[in-house]
């Protein structure tokens, strides 16, 4: 992809991401100054964007087709809440946010029981630190257990219970979402984290406004134990679309 970008670059058209890095090269060797923008980095980038920036959304997107499957009362509570809020003559909005309460909720907890990135990235500890009576030296490597933060019965009750209505208060709004940190936390949490909650949020209701979501066969008994790679994922599996009135 880089070498065909280059073969047409043209700088006074810049159609994408490609382009405009490739652009940024090009400045930096004119002006004879060394940059961390450079090819090397272009790849590494472009890695990170389609691991990161796809892989992770297309992944919580299955675990999220795999729970409607396994619990249809929940897929219609949400088809209810989307009819009522949405209607049936225009797709989800961003504007619909506030209002898709239980929808919000379904995808906080499976983002939850199936915690995407089980053991997060590593960090360094940049001063000596103490948790509690532990200590942390400064320059320490630090990889943070989500899996057992998202599991954590102090915090969650029955935690191996699938229960979207954990994030719902008595006032029927969302809450508890910072105790959720697939993205991390911090200052060095997911740059993509706002685009990839609007991509999952607004994917997830145009699927369920616009279908309701079998198993293959309805004496299937789903699968529910993730395989751990680039995001812990569902194994593979079936599924029927069928298009709502």
């Not at 810049?14 to 930096?28: F, G, H, N, T, W």
Request: charge should be negative; aromatic fraction near 10%.
């Amino acid at each position: 992809m880089i070498a065909e970008h280059k073969e047409k670059f043209d700088s006074s058209i810049l159609d994408c991401y490609l382009d405009v890095y490739l652009s940024q090269i090009e400045k930096s060797k004119e002006n004879g100054t060394e940059s961390e923008v450079n090819e090397d980095n272009l790849i590494s980038t472009i890695r990170d964007i389609y691991m990161a920036g796809t892989e992770t959304t297309a992944t919580t997107l299955r675990w999220l087709m795999l729970y409607m499957m396994e619990y249809p009362q929940v897929q219609s509570r949400i088809q209810e809440e989307l009819d009522a809020v949405v209607g049936r003559n225009r797709m989800p909005r961003m504007s619909d946010k506030p209002n898709l309460v239980y929808t919000r909720a379904t995808i906080l907890e499976v983002q939850r029981i199936q915690s995407l990135g089980p053991i997060g990235f590593p960090h360094r500890s940049s001063q000596n630190t103490f948790i509690g009576d532990f200590e942390i030296p400064a320059g320490t490597i630090v990889v943070p257990n989500v899996w057992a933060i998202d599991h954590d019965p102090d915090v969650w009750l029955d935690p191996g219970r699938f229960d979207p209505d954990r994030f719902i208060n008595k006032d029927g709004e969302v809450f508890r979402e910072e105790e959720i940190i697939p993205f991390g936390i911090g200052h060095r949490a997911c740059v993509g984290e706002s685009l990839a909650k609007i991509e999952l949020l607004l994917i997830f209701s145009y699927l369920l406004h616009q279908f309701t979501f079998k198993k293959a066969d309805e004496m299937t008994t789903l699968n529910f134990k993730g395989v751990v790679g680039a995001a812990y994922s569902p194994q593979y599996f079936e599924i029927v679309a069928v298009k709502r009135e």
